[in-house]
């Protein structure tokens, strides 16, 4: 049985829907992550599990029981927020013991509790201090300290890492799934950011405009994204978006870019043999070389853009632009002869209207 | 250069007759505080024979017999001690009360727009109108009720008065903590009362005191209500202050002395909000 | 805001006490309007709610009576010039005391402390400095009269008397304006003024052409606050002068409460109380409408 069951969750603001039909399970111990844009639903989504926000309709399971009607103080679930609770006006300890207070605890057990966890997030030399001393990551680890301090059944956590530096990010997310993994603790994690999302999920859900697109490992929708617009919420860099037309033939398709052919071996998941439909190719997926070879597309450097490990090269081929991630020590420059080739596999058929995948791996 | 010499110094100068300017009022009252009744009506500052007479007089008037040997064409005013008690419990009651509800008004117009902005705006006006144009219908009603003389008059009076302070402070306050917090303490598994006593209320005590200490000054100065709605057994200090203010006789002395000790509370709190306010004066007004 | 469910809790918490509370404004206010109406007076041995409907009589009466014009005048008068005295010396000495200096901690303090005074206690230090014998006197005598200053009674001579109370009332309440004044001019941003100064701008100019403009708003705060409480004013009049002599020094605030407690003419004093009111009122319409709804 599940441990965290969403069934049919939706909730309507005016006319509006900002989460419409949610269904997901989260299993014990489990990491699900929640990946959308801004404004997608996730924090609503989140407050309806912790209790804060009623749904228009659906039921929340916990191991079974429905607690729906059950309000968040009884939950026995932690939150962590955007802004966490940390009071300004009292001490590391004393933030971290206050839901412990709440219960009105006795001191020593109280005292015990705040030093196990402080010892778990390595913060115990600043309990003592107050919260304007705390460089970033350590007001983080003394809301997360206050969220784990009561033992929760479950944790919410909305994009608890967004406020940090980047590479101090990077740092806290890896440390975070490690420090899960001790845990055991069962786990929602809402971001805005897909490759954190799925660094950290063991399993992640694509929320899109209040619906659930896509759900499951996270190699899998990296792998084999089932709608256009999840394709181009996962991809960073930015997808390669193109307009084609495509004929089927047999177990492959054949898909027409302009003046460029790309014979795919798939099946298509349509009743039209043939017509119009969105392509999409990953920058990283395209390869690059000086000379010209069987299959490769001529073009010109037309920009580069420095992005961390790689370099992002924009390249002119007929009329379309097409982006190619290119290793950093590959010397290029702009207005360069350039010819790129692409393995088949990797390009992706969507159909125009509804953005459905259309071509299905053999 | 010399222009710049020459400004800097007419600058202090100015300054230095500023402070002197407000000096020299405290510095008389002193003076006469501590003469005795032959000296009331001298010019000079430093008394030749200072006493404490003055002081004893306004707690015991009938003293002015024995010291002084005036009678008939001198008013014998009753001793301050009840003025000042009242004083201290109506102040001390009305603060509690406009602080108490002012923080609930304040968390409901922060948290659900209850009470909207129209009954705020009226609050308001409740401070821009002149008080005079309540007494009539305040002694009326207060008469019909029973209230007149009373301490749960005064401060019922008081509180609704002064609440709006209490309001606009406080809701500044209250903005402040993010709505995430409550949030976060209904998880930590507090009720929704429980929020409001255990998470908010301690985080703006800062709040509280500054409001608290505005309002306890604002009452204790009050004269009008007080001279309109008590008689004997609820005089404040402020009207037993006026009775001594061309009192027959012309007891300057006790005068003095008393401006002295009705001085003290108030200039201790005026301080203890300036300590207070670190954002200082403009945090209210910034948001008018 | 997503919590519905405390709704209830909460507005039970906020509106009651809210709304009991101005059932001790409210319902008055109510009494005061339906007084104005009646002729009455507790005088005359029958309960106010016994008493004949005079209609229009005591608002007619008001208009057309000398000493509520004369209160009314005083008021104005004594309003526009504390409030502009006040303004032009709590503007100079904002502007004196914006640099720093040792000291300067203790000099506010200093400033400010008559603030902190019961409005009483000022009026009857005042009275006592107003004396024959007191210090303005003496004042004077030091610097222009001679003997003869000692002479002079601020009391009996209504024009002296006048400026006895705005004495008092600039005394109290020119670091209010000082203060709301210092503390807006100090938060001006640092980055302006310091570009002005690397301008070569004197500091009169920095004060004239960059501060002064910012802080306009809270400029028109500070006055009209004091402006209202001036109007307000009750507790000098009764005190030093009682409105006297004759009724030179008798403000609005100081006539209502004679009609009301000496006199006991209450439906008059209600009928005068609602008169200002709407005045009031109409100006405060006036200035917002001037201030904040005119097409600029």
């Known amino acids: 049985m599940a441990f965290l069951k969403l069934e049919g969750i939706s909730k309507k603001y005016n006319d509006r829907f900002a989460l419409d039909n949610i269904t997901l399970s989260v299993e014990k111990g489990e990491i699900l992550s929640i990946a959308g844009p801004p404004g997608s639903g996730k924090t609503t989504l989140l407050k309806i599990i912790a209790g804060l926000v009623k749904p228009t309709s659906g039921r929340v399971y916990v191991e079974g029981t429905d607690i729906t009607e059950t309000p968040p103080y009884l939950r026995g679930f932690s939150m962590v927020f955007e802004t966490p609770p940390v009071y300004p006006d009292r001490t590391g300890y004393e933030n971290i013991a206050f839901p412990l207070r709440l219960r009105k605890l006795p001191e020593d057990e109280v005292r015990k509790r705040v030093y196990e966890v402080a010892e778990l997030l390595a913060i115990k030399h600043i309990l003592s201090r107050k919260p304007s001393t705390y460089s970033g990551g350590e007001y983080q680890r003394v809301a997360l300290a206050r969220a784990l301090v009561t033992s929760p059944k479950l944790l919410l956590l909305d994009e608890p890492f967004r406020n940090l530096d980047a590479k101090i990010r990077e740092h806290m997310v890896v440390w975070f799934k490690q420090l899960q993994a001790k845990l055991g603790i069962t786990i929602v994690y809402a971001t805005h950011d897909p490759l954190e999302a799925f660094t950290i999920g063991n399993r992640a859900a694509i929320l899109l405009n209040g619906r659930v697109k896509q759900y499951g490992l996270p190699a899998n929708i990296l792998r084999n994204p089932l709608s256009h617009d999840v394709d181009e919420f996962i991809s960073i860099p930015a997808l390669n978006t193109f307009k084609v037309r495509f004929r089927s033939m047999d177990d492959e398709v054949l898909i027409q870019l302009n003046s460029i052919t790309i014979r795919k071996r798939a099946k298509l998941n349509?009743?039209?043999?043939?017509?119009?439909?969105?392509?999409?190719?990953?920058?990283?997926?395209?390869?690059?070389?000086?000379?010209?070879?069987?299959?490769?597309?001529?073009?010109?450097?037309?920009?580069?853009?420095?992005?961390?490990?790689?370099?992002?090269?924009?390249?002119?081929?007929?009329?379309?632009?097409?982006?190619?991630?290119?290793?950093?020590?590959?010397?290029?420059r702009e207005g360069e002869d350039i010819y790129l080739s692409l393995d088949p596999a990797r390009i992706r058929l969507y159909e125009t209207s509804s953005g459905r995948r259309l071509d299905v791996v053999v | 250069m010399e222009f710049r010499i020459v400004t800097k110094a007419l600058k202090y100068i100015v300054i230095g007759v500023f402070a002197l300017w407000t000096l020299i009022?405290?510095?008389?009252?002193?003076?006469?505080?501590?003469?005795?009744?032959?000296?009331?009506?001298?010019?000079?500052?430093?008394?030749?024979?200072?006493?404490?007479?003055?002081?004893?007089?306004?707690?015991?008037?009938?003293?002015?017999?024995?010291?002084?040997?005036?009678?008939?064409?001198?008013?014998?005013?009753?001793?301050?001690?009840?003025?000042?008690?009242?004083?201290?419990?109506?102040?001390?009651?009305?603060?509690?009360?406009?602080?108490?509800?002012?923080?609930?008004?304040?968390?409901?117009?922060?948290?659900?727009?209850?009470?909207?902005?129209?009954?705020?705006?009226?609050?308001?006006?409740?401070?821009?109108?002149?008080?005079?144009?309540?007494?009539?219908?305040?002694?009326?009603?207060?008469?019909?009720?029973?209230?007149?003389?009373?301490?749960?008059?005064?401060?019922?009076?008081?509180?609704?008065?002064?609440?709006?302070?209490?309001?606009?402070?406080?809701?500044?306050?209250?903005?402040?903590?993010?709505?995430?917090?409550?949030?976060?303490?209904?998880?930590?598994?507090?009720?929704?009362?429980?929020?409001?006593?255990?998470?908010?209320?301690?985080?703006?005590?800062?709040?509280?005191?500054?409001?608290?200490?505005?309002?306890?000054?604002?009452?204790?100065?009050?004269?009008?209500?007080?001279?309109?709605?008590?008689?004997?057994?609820?005089?404040?200090?402020?009207?037993?202050?006026?009775?001594?203010?061309?009192?027959?006789?012309?007891?300057?002395?006790?005068?003095?002395?008393?401006?002295?000790?009705?001085?003290?509370?108030?200039?201790?709190?005026?301080?203890?909000?300036?300590?207070?306010?670190?954002?200082?004066?403009?945090?209210?007004?910034?948001?008018? | 805001m997503s919590r519905e469910m405390a709704r209830s809790v909460k507005l039970l918490a906020t509106l009651p006490l809210n709304i009991l509370l101005n059932a001790?404004?409210?319902?008055?206010?109510?009494?005061?309007?339906?007084?104005?109406?009646?002729?009455?007076?507790?005088?005359?041995?029958?309960?106010?709610?016994?008493?004949?409907?005079?209609?229009?009589?005591?608002?007619?009466?008001?208009?057309?009576?000398?000493?509520?014009?004369?209160?009314?005048?005083?008021?104005?008068?004594?309003?526009?010039?504390?409030?502009?005295?006040?303004?032009?010396?709590?503007?100079?000495?904002?502007?004196?005391?914006?640099?720093?200096?040792?000291?300067?901690?203790?000099?506010?303090?200093?400033?400010?402390?008559?603030?902190?005074?019961?409005?009483?206690?000022?009026?009857?230090?005042?009275?006592?400095?107003?004396?024959?014998?007191?210090?303005?006197?003496?004042?004077?005598?030091?610097?222009?009269?001679?003997?003869?200053?000692?002479?002079?009674?601020?009391?009996?001579?209504?024009?002296?008397?006048?400026?006895?109370?705005?004495?008092?009332?600039?005394?109290?309440?020119?670091?209010?304006?000082?203060?709301?004044?210092?503390?807006?001019?100090?938060?001006?941003?640092?980055?302006?003024?310091?570009?002005?100064?690397?301008?070569?701008?004197?500091?009169?100019?920095?004060?004239?052409?960059?501060?002064?403009?910012?802080?306009?708003?809270?400029?028109?705060?500070?006055?009209?606050?004091?402006?209202?409480?001036?109007?307000?004013?009750?507790?000098?009049?009764?005190?030093?002068?009682?409105?006297?002599?004759?009724?030179?020094?008798?403000?609005?605030?100081?006539?209502?409460?004679?009609v009301s407690v000496l006199y006991t003419d209450i439906s008059y004093a209600a009928a005068m109380s609602l008169v200002v009111l709407v005045m009031l009122a109409l100006v405060i319409r006036l200035f917002i409408w001037y201030f904040f709804e005119r097409v600029r």
């Open chain 3, 24 to 258: 001790i404004l409210i319902i008055p206010f109510a009494i005061m309007i339906y007084l104005a109406f009646l002729k009455w007076s507790p005088a005359m041995g029958i309960d106010w709610w016994e008493a004949a409907f005079v209609g229009v009589a005591n608002f007619v009466r008001a208009l057309g009576d000398a000493r509520f014009v004369n209160a009314l005048t005083n008021t104005v008068i004594y309003t526009v010039s504390t409030v502009s005295i006040e303004f032009l010396l709590g503007l100079l000495l904002a502007y004196l005391m914006l640099g720093e200096f040792t000291g300067k901690k203790a000099v506010l303090s200093l400033i400010i402390y008559p603030l902190m005074l019961p409005p009483v206690i000022v009026a009857s230090v005042f009275y006592l400095m107003f004396q024959p014998y007191g210090p303005v006197n003496n004042v004077f005598l030091r610097a222009v009269l001679g003997d003869d200053a000692l002479r002079i009674t601020w009391f009996l001579n209504p024009r002296l008397a006048f400026t006895a109370l705005i004495i008092a009332d600039i005394w109290q309440w020119t670091p209010f304006i000082f203060l709301i004044l210092y503390s807006a001019l100090s938060a001006v941003p640092r980055r302006l003024v310091e570009a002005a100064q690397v301008l070569g701008a004197s500091s009169f100019t920095i004060f004239w052409r960059i501060r002064l403009p910012l802080i306009k708003p809270l400029i028109i705060v500070a006055v009209v606050l004091r402006a209202l409480e001036a109007f307000k004013m009750f507790d000098y009049a009764y005190l030093m002068t009682g409105g006297g002599p004759g009724v030179s020094t008798e403000t609005i605030s100081l006539y209502i409460y004679r």
């Open chain 2, 25 to 288: 009022p405290l510095a008389w009252i002193v003076s006469l505080a501590f003469k005795s009744y032959a000296e009331w009506r001298v010019s000079y500052f430093v008394p030749k024979n200072p006493t404490t007479d003055n002081f004893v007089l306004l707690f015991k008037p009938e003293e002015l017999l024995g010291r002084y040997g005036v009678m008939g064409a001198t008013a014998i005013i009753e001793p301050a001690t009840k003025p000042l008690i009242n004083s201290l419990i109506v102040t001390a009651a009305t603060t509690f009360l406009a602080v108490f509800i002012g923080f609930f008004t304040a968390y409901g117009a922060s948290r659900y727009r209850a009470p909207g902005p129209f009954t705020l705006f009226f609050t308001l006006l409740t401070r821009m109108l002149p008080p005079a144009i309540f007494i009539t219908p305040i002694m009326v009603y207060y008469s019909n009720l029973g209230l007149l003389d009373t301490y749960f008059g005064l401060v019922f009076l008081y509180s609704a008065v002064t609440v709006t302070y209490a309001i606009w402070i406080l809701k500044g306050f209250i903005d402040a903590v993010p709505v995430e917090w409550e949030e976060a303490a209904m998880l930590e598994g507090a009720t929704p009362i429980k929020v409001v006593f255990k998470v908010v209320l301690p985080l703006v005590r800062p709040g509280l005191v500054v409001a608290g200490l505005f309002i306890f000054l604002l009452t204790w100065s009050e004269l009008l209500f007080a001279l309109v709605l008590t008689n004997i057994s609820a005089v404040t200090l402020p009207v037993h202050i006026s009775k001594y203010v061309g009192a027959v006789g012309q007891l300057f002395g006790p005068q003095a002395a008393l401006a002295l000790i009705g001085s003290i509370i108030p200039v201790a709190i005026g301080y203890a909000i300036q300590k207070h306010l670190v954002t200082g004066f403009t945090f209210g007004m910034v948001r008018g």
């Open chain 1, 270 to 332: 349509t009743e039209n043999g043939e017509g119009e439909a969105i392509a999409t190719v990953r920058p990283m997926d395209i390869s690059v070389s000086r000379s010209p070879g069987e299959g490769t597309v001529a073009g010109r450097v037309e920009l580069i853009q420095y992005l961390g490990a790689n370099i992002l090269a924009t390249v002119r081929v007929g009329d379309l632009s097409i982006r190619v991630v290119v290793p950093k020590d590959a010397v290029i």
